[in-house]
């Protein structure tokens, strides 16, 4: 696989964040990146991507739940809702 390598401003820009902000990613080893012998961080376009889809899935998950408790039901079913939000919110935290 050809994977294009971007600086850390070229990163930041193709996110929509600030540089200082990917240095904290990978200080806390949220986001991979690698060092050039000058020292300078090179981000993998495939790992900026996973970033981005990992932030759509997350996105998604609060608008579903979301949605859910918003739902009007019988006693009955809220129940069977409420333990489908709770599913959702375990797995949206370790996403």
């Known amino acids: 696989m050809n994977d294009k390598i971007l600086s850390i401003s070229e990163a930041?820009?193709?996110?929509?964040?600030f540089p200082l902000t990917l240095r904290n990613w990978e200080n806390k080893g949220l986001i991979k990146a690698f060092r050039t012998p000058g020292g300078h961080r090179r981000f993998r376009k495939s790992e900026l991507d996973r970033i981005i889809g990992t932030s759509r899935t997350e996105n998604k998950l609060k608008e579903s739940i979301k949605e859910l408790e918003e739902i009007d039901l019988e006693n009955g079913r809220q129940q069977v809702i409420n333990k489908i939000i709770t599913d959702l919110k375990n797995i949206s935290d370790n996403v």
Request: charged residues 0%.
């Open 12 to 17: 930041a820009q193709y996110l929509g964040v």
